[in-house]
């Protein structure tokens, strides 16, 4: 049985009639008779009662009429789903990013996404850097949202935006006038750090501090940019952190430009250099008009 003889079929029961079923189907008369005799042959069922006035269904015709549409019906939308995972319209996101990320444009992301592609699952993956590369490599996630570019055989990363690390200051620090500062103008504060251990980032960071004689001056460890922010607002010493992530915290803080050469200022996607997932190149390219004009 092919999908073809039931086209035919369906048509034939819509009509009643071989010569205007035929024209329908755009082929000719002989080989629709040829095709419905073979499906009748093959389902050992007679279909259609025909005679020189008329054609009409048999009581098994009707019957196998429903199922028919309802299979064609199903082929129908399993073309339209398949096409719409190949061209990314539909399919799965698997995104791994830490806690930072839902305070810069990331959010903005997603939205606009499930906006223009509905059919596609984002799931969001909360873990530490380190964590999100081991699941990308391992195939439980698609992609990491990371500050620190990954480049290596297996790896691949692409520049999403900017991101800046700037000092955060409780709000009555003695730099809070100040717009920019150079790290020696903070030798003398308590520094809210990172976790060495759970990411790139953190480890340039505190390498950063340690070139520049501040490795001493470590008032708290945490593992999450909103957990410095949260302790530098309450006053516990200062910290250096990405841009987007201090919005908001508004008043709360105060934020100071640093030097270019402070830490990573760009967000990447890492992904695997095999990965052929149709969804996330669309989610990339949504990532790429964010990129833009990122929003704060």
């Known amino acids: 049985m092919e999908i073809r003889q039931l086209r035919y079929f369906a048509v034939l029961a819509e009509e009643l009639n071989f010569t205007r079923a035929a024209a329908r189907l755009h082929i000719s008369q002989p080989p629709l008779s040829l095709q419905i005799a073979q499906l009748e042959r093959e389902l050992e069922v007679r279909l259609f009662d025909r005679t020189n006035r008329r054609v009409t269904l048999t009581e098994a015709g009707a019957a196998f009429l429903n199922d028919v549409r309802a299979t064609l019906a199903g082929l129908k939308d399993a073309t339209v789903r398949a096409r719409a995972v190949d061209q990314g319209r539909a399919g ?13 444009p990331v959010p903005a992301l997603i939205a606009r996404h499930a906006q223009t592609h509905p059919q596609v699952s ?3 993956n909360e873990m530490n850097p380190a964590a999100q590369l081991d699941a990308v490599r391992g195939h439980r996630i698609d992609v990491s949202i990371s500050r620190t570019a990954v480049d290596d055989d297996e790896l691949q990363s692409l520049a999403l935006w900017p991101d800046p690390v700037v000092a955060a200051l409780p709000p009555g620090h003695r730099l809070a006038g100040r717009k920019r500062l150079a790290l020696a103008d903070l030798r003398q504060d308590a520094f809210v750090m990172l976790r060495t251990e759970t990411s790139a980032f953190a480890r340039e960071l505190a390498d950063t501090c340690a070139r520049a004689g501040l490795a001493q001056s470590v008032a708290q460890r945490v593992a999450e940019v909103p ?3 949260a302790l530098v607002a309450a006053g516990l010493g ?6 987007s992530a201090c919005g908001h915290f508004g008043a709360r803080i105060v934020v100071c430009a640093l030097p270019a050469a402070v830490g990573s200022g760009t967000v990447y996607a890492v992904t695997r250099r095999d990965d052929g997932n149709r969804a996330l190149q669309a989610f990339l390219r949504t990532a790429a008009q964010i990129a833009a004009r990122p929003p704060r």
């Open 122 to 124: 984002v799931l969001l």
């Open 238 to 243: 200062v910290a250096l952190v990405p841009a």
């Open 227 to 229: 957990a410095q922010l």
């Open 92 to 104: 799965r996101v698997e995104i791994g990013l830490s806690g930072s990320h839902f305070l810069g």
